[in-house]
């Protein structure tokens, strides 16, 4: 049995963060029905990367990791026939997934006002780039938007450049992966017979959980964040990125001791009782004067070689793998940190599987993705009883999509 069999999920809206919640329920075994647009698809759907030779809505390796383990019905929320479908899908749920933005569930009777007055044991997770209410809850997001206005990226990058965004969706992972946590809270509630609840979550505002250290510097001592370079970060020294023999080694040597045992390792004692780098802080203070030193003493030797030997003396220093390398990776492997990955028409992919274990309750690894609609015959004969015609007058006037069968 899994953590979350029989737990039913209804997932409207679009974009990574909505579509990563809904993925970590389905991996622990929620039954998650997401509904998407006829033709087009959730956005998600046009975002690369794109399998070659695949036509479209079906070619983004991103959807299919996002929507394994769930259903697909698409059902146009433009249509008032399409919203009343979804509203009774809604009201058969556990938890309603909402991603459509602020206010716009509640426009077509989806919100959850509406929805609790006849399901009262409904819980619904709101999620949106700036919150439900405040002056720009209306704003347009993206994942460089959330990241700076978090106040993120503007410590990252070059001293007389400006401010680095780390690529990929990190923004949208990290609020989809808040948002699981706070459902998980919500229907633990439910669990003492409490009614259902409504979740409102920041995309943003998850975020922000990222800039622990300087906004706590900056509430002690005023001290605003500065660039100081690539891959140095105020207040400690050094946590960065060197040069190997053949590639990169990181280095964390942040306390004394660890300090200490680097210095030894790197054949340069000496700098340990140096007045210049006592301390973590004053390392980072001047870290342009230590680099020069450290960089052709890790330049001497392999990231392995380095990687090997530090982990010996408890030292954490780490490889930099490449994609490519990861799947070789032995820890990786012995946790099953990736799994296969299916879809109809891109075949078999390699990716990240659910970041946690569960001893008695195994999580799904890996799985296969729908093509779009590929259940809408199914969910809407099985669930809301309709039949063969009256699905057939739903595809013909486009309010359902009923997908494609077969290769």
């Not at 250290?213 to 050094?238: E, H, L, M, Q, W």
């Not at 799947?327 to 879809?343: C, K, S």
């Not at 946690?356 to 799985?367: I, M, N, R, S, V």
């Amino acid at each position: 049995m899994s953590a979350l069999e029989g737990l039913k999920v209804v997932e409207f809206g679009e974009g990574v963060a909505l579509g990563y919640c809904g993925a970590l329920l389905a991996a622990c075994g929620a039954e998650v029905i997401k509904l998407e647009q006829p033709v087009t698809g959730d956005a998600v759907r046009r975002l690369p990367p794109f399998a070659e030779g695949v036509a479209a809505p079906e070619a983004s390796g991103l959807h299919a990791f996002l929507s394994t383990g769930k259903s697909s019905v698409a059902i146009d929320l433009n249509n008032l026939d399409g919203v009343a479908l979804a509203r009774r899908l809604a009201l058969e749920a556990d938890l309603v997934l909402d991603g459509m933005g602020p206010g716009k569930a509640d426009a077509v009777g989806l919100g959850y006002d509406a929805l609790h007055a006849q399901a009262p044991k409904m819980t619904m997770l709101a999620l949106s780039w700036f919150g439900g209410d405040g002056p720009r809850r209306d704003w347009q997001g993206s994942d460089a938007i959330a990241q700076a206005l978090a106040g993120f990226i503007y410590p990252i990058g070059q001293k007389d450049g400006p401010p680095v965004i780390p690529g990929g969706y990190f923004a949208q992972i990290t609020g989809g992966l808040t948002a699981f946590i706070a459902t998980m809270g919500a229907l633990v509630g439910g669990l003492s017979g409490d009614e259902g609840v409504l979740i409102e979550q920041s995309i943003l505002e998850a975020q922000t959980t990222y800039t622990e250290s300087a906004g706590v510097r900056f509430a002690y001592d005023g001290a605003a964040s500065v660039r100081k370079g690539v891959n140095i970060f105020t207040p400690t020294y050094p946590q960065s990125i060197y040069p190997a023999a053949d590639g990169w080694i990181g280095v964390t040597a942040l306390t004394p001791a660890q300090w200490h045992a680097c210095c030894e390792l790197i054949g340069a004692p000496e700098l340990f009782d140096d007045p210049r780098f006592i301390t973590s802080r004053l390392r980072n203070d001047r870290a342009d004067e230590l680099d020069p030193l450290l960089i052709p003493l890790f330049r001497k030797r392999t990231a392995l070689e380095w990687f090997h030997e530090a982990q010996a003396r408890r030292v954490p220093f780490a490889l930099v793998p490449t994609m490519a390398d990861l799947a070789d990776l032995d820890h990786f492997q012995a946790r099953e940190v990736l799994a296969e990955y299916q879809h109809p028409d891109l075949g078999r992919f390699t990716a990240a599987t659910i970041p946690w274990k569960l001893a008695a309750t195994p999580l799904a690894k890996g799985g296969s993705a729908p093509r779009l609609g590929q259940h809408s015959r199914e969910i809407l004969a099985g669930r809301l009883g309709l039949d063969a015609d009256q699905i057939a007058e739903l595809a013909v006037s486009g309010t359902v999509g009923l997908g494609r069968i077969g290769s």
